[in-house]
């Protein structure tokens, strides 16, 4: 059984930073594709950024691009989102997301597991 489990998330004003954590409780954790998604108010679950099980390479949403970094430990299973120069349109609950599989690493629905979401409000 796969758990994810967000923190971090809060009230920040605009400028601000914050800093995600997505922990893990899976066996291989090294092997997945681990990303964020965010769900605005009345809007639909979007990509943010994923990481790569194997070389840890990032990909990242354009809105999000120069803002945002993706940062994972293995050891730890640990997963983490540092956003940085928040604005007020980032405002939305962040999910943490996992596959073992491959597809459309910007789709939802490609992925298998999911966190219960933090919520994150930018103030402006």
């Known amino acids: 059984q796969v758990q994810l489990v967000e923190s971090g998330g809060g009230l920040v004003q605009a400028g601000g930073s914050l800093r995600l954590s997505c922990a893990a409780s899976v066996d291989t954790f090294s092997s997945y594709t681990m990303a964020w998604f965010r769900q605005g108010p009345g809007k639909e679950r979007v990509f943010v950024a994923k990481?790569?099980?194997?070389?840890?390479?990032?990909s990242y949403a354009d809105s999000v691009k120069g803002r945002f970094t993706i940062f994972r430990d293995n050891a730890k299973e640990m997963v983490y989102l540092q956003m940085n120069s928040l604005k007020a349109e980032d405002t939305a609950v962040y999910y943490c997301?996992?596959?073992?599989?491959?597809?459309?690493?910007?789709?939802?629905?490609?992925?298998?597991?999911w966190g219960q979401g933090t919520q994150v409000t930018v103030s402006s």
């Open positions: 990481i790569s099980p194997t070389d840890g390479s990032p």
């Open positions: 997301a996992g596959r073992y599989t491959g597809g459309n690493y910007e789709s939802y629905e490609s992925y298998d597991y």
